[in-house]
């Protein structure tokens, strides 16, 4: 069982950055996949980045290339999502997720609660 929290979320202007963390319970972080998700308003849920159980791979969305970063500590059982240049489509309530195996799409066992992130133009 993980549990999962984010945090980080607000309002920001275009152009600015934010970063998102995702606080994970359990003594075997290291050994989950994890991803980051997005749902905007009337708009199905969107593959954003995963990052494997060491970090060693990462994957992004097409929304997310160039512009967002995602890391995680493995001693703070923690995985981040640097966002930057960021732009109103970017508005939406963001997820992390947890699996064994990193996925684009949303099959992870895991869901956090979502943190609101609205860019203003």
């Known amino acids: 069982q993980v549990q999962l929290v984010e945090s980080g979320g607000g309002l920001v202007q275009a152009g600015g950055s934010l970063r998102l963390s995702c606080a994970a319970s359990?003594?075997?972080?290291?050994?989950?996949?994890m991803g980051w998700f997005r749902q905007g308003p009337g708009k199905e849920r969107e593959f954003v980045a995963a990052?494997?159980?060491?970090?060693?791979?990462?994957y992004y969305g097409d929304s997310a290339k160039g512009r967002f970063t995602i890391s995680r500590d493995n001693a703070k059982n923690t995985v981040y999502l640097q966002m930057n240049s960021l732009k109103p489509e970017d508005t939406a309530v963001y997820y992390c997720?947890?699996?064994?195996?990193?996925?684009?799409?949303?099959?992870?066992?895991?869901w956090g609660q979502g943190t609101q992130v609205t860019v203003s133009s």
């Open positions: 990052i494997s159980g060491s970090g060693g791979s990462t």
């Open positions: 997720a947890a699996d064994r195996v990193a996925h684009v799409s949303p099959l992870y066992d895991y």
């Open positions: 359990g003594r075997t972080f290291s050994s989950f996949a």
